[in-house]
């Protein structure tokens, strides 16, 4: 089926996130929607699935205008969209998940499992998804989890179907398969659209690629275009896109970690004997495939996992056995690893969560009374500097786009007096133009002698940004090599093959 | 449910107003029903209708006039003492209502579901009441030392409920449900003893406060309205400040909202929720000293009244804004006041009154079923 938005406008308040629209999906073709964070992508895709009423312009299906009052009617009408978070219920079987939402149109009104269990069966091994339909969904790794979700489009019988930045969080592994299962469904005849920050897989999918910039469609680029100028289309200026750095300088080893073992609720260990040292100047990054305890080790330096032994030292104070509050208090920037839970309120101002974790000093307390007005100035200068937009500091969190959301967590973690940052993937979700700038702000960091530890899943990243990379594996650290160690050397690391 | 719940405690203070008036519509319906005169008319309504209309008419009106002037401004009394009287009325019942819903709304804003006002009330109430009955002190200390006991034992009540969620992981709603019925039958208990019992007295009561101890009367021995009005309202700025302005409150709605990112910032999770529970459970304990020390004067198993049930539906109908449980708390003392007025004068039950009640927390607790009565769009962020 085709889809053609046209004239498309949505506004929210003052400001107007999508500018008069036009978009037209071919069946058999994968379309890339580009462009900066904020730019309205995620704003026109919730359009399209009924879950935001255009303010104006039409949406059409082979030809025919169609109206949305709810993703329901989208979903009837053919649409299916796999969301960034997954709308999965984690203590149901995959097929349970699936039937949901569609049980009384498709299978009737008594719950036909047996039936959804085929079905499941029948498009997993169409396209080779590999899924069992009986696997408790909580216990899927997050690939396969979207594998679900994209079974569930299919199930209704979608012929187009949306990916909204559906390889932010996936391995590069799941991110190759995913790719090849794109393809699959486009030879299929499906109609796809495809939004994702990162020009490889723009370069590896697209048939089409249209570019957005402030709510409006800017342009169309060929999918042979070089990343370069496929990046400056996408924010309006010529981008770097490698990390610009002198070497390191590194000095004393300020941050130690030593004999460091932990263990989960259920008793194993997650964490086995972890062992390293990053010096002043230095950026340590942490690579390997996502879950093999990366999690549980900055979990462990700020203190918020459980079991633990061993040593992490901070500027020759022990960090075990404080709380998180006096592990922030001697330092530590942290950059949790899922924004939207852990590092965001999302019923907050951009104001409010610049000072979450400040809440109890000054310059933001004096005595008990918060100083409103320093908030304020602060905010402003803040969203300035990192190029947070919104409608201004009072916007909610969670009116802002994905990206800028992460803006906010690293504008708040980067403006600590640091001692030592930690920072999962800091770059997640973010546009050409300002992982360029986080990067450089995160060398600056280096620069002026604190230790960084950076948690990467992209090889790419770890390579560019890391001075030293440490490969992680089932809980252990297979071995510390030099960030120009190649390629295949550190594949191998993160299957556990100690160089 | 923490979802749906959230929903309410920061829910559109317009579908507040809205729910209140479809209750009364509702009211007025029964009302009308449960009228003999309108049953009458009824057997003849397509012969004369419009005797029907008036007799419903005249139901409603008379019922809701006769509320009025029970609630707040008696127009056909004949001095002025007795026209003003219901307003005053109304302020009194509100004073402890409005504390207590105070208490309610910090815990809610901070994603705790407090439900054990009653049972913060009547510690409260014990505490002040043991310190205003049994301790004898010079004038000018002994009602500032009872006011603290009192506020000092609904914050232990709470906090303790606090203590079990922050260690435990208990739900805190089943938590402050059980202290309530503890509460209450500690009451009971030592209402037969001699710690808190009149001696020589067969029923579970207790001496009468001493005059030292009492919250004074703000309008002279006529009316029943006392200082306690100033401290609730005094109560409604200090929360709105400690919700808005100060730092312990910042973290308090931080918790409330996203207690991850909360504990991720450093916020200690345990002593914050302790905190909370205590902040909650002093301001419904200050409740409680306006019942022992202003107007009751006497302890007894009624201490706490439905007072604990009616501050959890003023704090949502206020949606946990302290001035929105300001209005909503006079709303509910003027109902409790007109109930009255309203079975003398026109005969009808004062179980409308519940009716009505009930009827807002139902609006409230079932914002889609108001929005599409009043064809209210919901909200488009909703959508994210
Ligand atoms: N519910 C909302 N209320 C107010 N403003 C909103 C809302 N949702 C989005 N916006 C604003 O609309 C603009 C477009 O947001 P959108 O999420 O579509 O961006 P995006 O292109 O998906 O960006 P990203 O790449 O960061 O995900 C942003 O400026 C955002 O702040
Ligand atoms: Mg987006």
């Given amino acids: 089926m085709k889809l053609e938005l046209r004239g498309i406008t949505k506004r929210f308040g003052t400001m107007t996130a999508n500018d008069h629209v036009n978009l037209i999906a071919e069946p058999g073709q994968i379309h890339c929607l580009v462009g900066e964070n904020g730019a309205g992508k995620s704003t026109l895709m919730n359009v399209i699935f009924g879950l935001y009423q255009a303010d104006g312009g039409e949406i059409l299906i082979d030809d025919k205008l169609v109206k949305f009052s709810g993703p329901g009617d989208a979903m009837a009408a053919g649409i299916g969209m796999v969301h960034q978070h997954f709308m999965l219920i984690p203590v149901f079987t995959v097929a349970e998940n699936v039937i949901l939402g569609h049980e009384p149109t498709k299978f009737g009104t008594v719950l036909d499992i047996k039936k959804a269990r085929e079905r499941v069966l029948d498009i997993s091994k169409r396209f080779g998804f590999e899924v069992d339909p009986d696997a408790l969904v909580g216990d899927l790794p997050v690939g396969v989890q979207q594998r679900v979700e994209i079974i569930k489009a299919l199930m209704s019988d979608a012929q187009i179907l949306i990916f909204d930045e559906p390889t932010a969080v996936l391995t590069p592994q799941e991110t190759d398969e995913l790719m090849v299962i794109m393809k699959q469904l486009r030879d299929e005849g499906k109609s796809i659209v495809f939004i994702t920050h990162k020009l490889r897989e723009v370069k590896e999918v697209a048939d089409k690629i249209t570019v957005i910039r402030l709510g409006k469609v800017v342009g169309e680029a060929k999918p042979t275009a070089s990343a370069n100028e496929l990046a400056s289309m996408m924010v309006g200026r010529e981008v770097d896109l490698d990390v610009n750095k002198a070497a390191a300088k590194p000095g004393k080893p300020l941050f130690k970690v030593a004999g460091l073992s932990a263990w989960d609720h259920a008793g194993s260990k997650v964490l086995d004997d972890i062992n390293f040292e990053i010096h002043e100047g230095e950026i340590l990054v942490i690579a390997g495939v996502q879950g093999n305890g990366q999690t549980e080790l900055t979990e462990a330096i700020i203190g918020m996992h459980g079991k633990t032994i061993g040593s992490i030292e901070l500027d020759g104070r022990e960090l075990i ?179 | 449910m923490k979802k749906a719940f959230r929903e309410i405690v920061n829910g559109n203070i317009w579908l507040s107003f809205l729910a209140v008036v479809a209750s009364f519509i509702v009211g007025g319906i029964l009302i009308a029903f449960s009228s003999e005169t309108v049953q009458t008319t009824a057997t003849y309504l397509t012969a004369r209708p419009t005797d029907f209309i008036s007799a419903v008419w005249n139901a409603v009106f008379g019922a809701y006039d006769a509320m009025f002037r029970g609630a707040v401004f008696n127009y056909k009394a004949d001095n002025l003492t007795f026209m003003i009287r219901p307003i005053t009325e109304t302020l009194a019942y509100a004073t402890p209502i409005v504390m207590s819903g105070l208490g309610l709304a910090v815990a809610f804003k901070s994603g705790l579901f407090n439900i054990g006002a009653a049972g913060q009330i009547v510690f409260g109430a014990m505490f002040a009441g043991w310190v205003a009955i049994f301790v004898d002190l010079p004038g000018y200390i002994h009602f500032p030392i009872a006011l603290l006991a009192g506020i000092l034992g609904g914050a232990l009540w709470g906090a303790l409920a606090g203590f079990l969620k922050a260690a435990t992981g208990a739900n805190e709603v089943i938590v402050t449900i059980m202290f309530n019925y503890i509460a209450i039958l500690l009451l009971g208990y030592l209402l037969k003893t001699p710690v808190l019992k009149a001696p020589g007295s067969v029923n579970p009561i207790s001496p009468p406060v001493h005059d030292s101890a009492k919250y004074a009367l703000l309008m002279g021995d006529q009316f029943r309205v006392h200082a306690g009005l100033i401290a609730m309202l005094i109560a409604v700025v200090f929360v709105w400040w400690l919700l808005n302005r100060s730092s312990i409150g910042f973290q308090f709605r931080a918790l409330g909202h996203n207690p991850n990112a909360a504990k991720v910032a450093g916020i200690n999770i345990g002593a914050t929720t302790v905190l909370v529970m205590a902040v909650s459970g002093a301001l419904s304990g200050l409740a409680g000293t306006s019942q022992i020390m202003g107007t009751e004067k006497f302890l007894t198993l009624g201490v706490a009244a439905s007072f604990g049930f009616d501050a959890i539906t003023v704090a949502l109908l206020g949606r946990s804004n302290p001035w929105g449980v300001l209005m909503a708390g006079i709303l509910f003392g003027g109902l409790r006041a007109g109930a009255v007025t309203m079975q003398a004068n026109q005969g009808v039950p004062i179980d409308i009154v519940l009716v009505v009640q009930s009827m807002i927390v139902l609006f409230i607790a079932a914002p889609p079923l108001v929005r599409s009565m009043f064809r209210i769009k919901p909200q488009k962020e909703d959508a994210k």
Avoid: C
Wanted: aromatic share 4%.
């Fill in chain 1, 321 to 499: 056995g404080k709380n998180v509050k006096q592990v922030l208090d001697l330092g530590v920037g942290f950059v949790p690893e899922d924004r939207t839970e852990d590092g965001l309120v999302a019923d907050f101002t951009i104001a409010e969560n610049l000072m979450l974790d400040r809440s109890d000093r000054k310059p933001f307390v004096k005595g008990l009374n918060l100083q409103l007005d320093f908030l304020k100035k602060f905010a402003a200068e803040k969203i300035a500097e990192y190029d947070v937009r919104a409608q201004g500091i009072e916007s909610k969190a969670s009116q802002l786009s994905g990206g800028n959301q992460q803006k906010v967590v690293l504008a708040r973690e980067l403006s600590r007096e640091l001692r030592l940052l930690v920072a999962s993937q800091p770059t997640r979700g973010l546009d050409v133009g300002s992982i360029e700038f986080v990067h450089e702000k995160i060398v600056a960091t280096r620069d002026s002698g604190i230790p960084v530890l950076i948690v990467a899943t992209e090889l790419d990243e770890a390579a560019q940004l890391g001075d030293r990379i440490a490969v992680m594996y089932r809980g252990k650290i297979v071995g510390i090599v030099p960030s120009d160690t190649p390629r295949a050397t550190l594949g191998q690391m993160m299957a556990g093959i100690s160089a």
